[in-house]
């Protein structure tokens, strides 16, 4: 499945930067998530730590619901 990416549009899966990026909060506020095992999920890859589009979506979920 290709993947498009346009003007003010971020391919999927996200990097920790670009979650934070789009969430608007800095990569000490991810970490500190983490620590209160409330971040999202992080898909190891390699080297590398992704966000999947389902993990971002139910993280926003839960935290909707929390704030509801």
Known sequence: MPVHVGKG???HPRSI????ERWGIC???FYNLRKQNKAPALL???SRSIITPEAEAAWA???TE???
């Open 17 to 20: 930067d670009g979650f934070c």
């Open 27 to 29: 990569r000490a506020s």
């Open 9 to 11: 549009k971020q391919k």
């Open 66 to 68: 929390a704030t509801a």
């Open 44 to 46: 190891r890859v390699g």
């Open 61 to 63: 979920s839960r935290n």
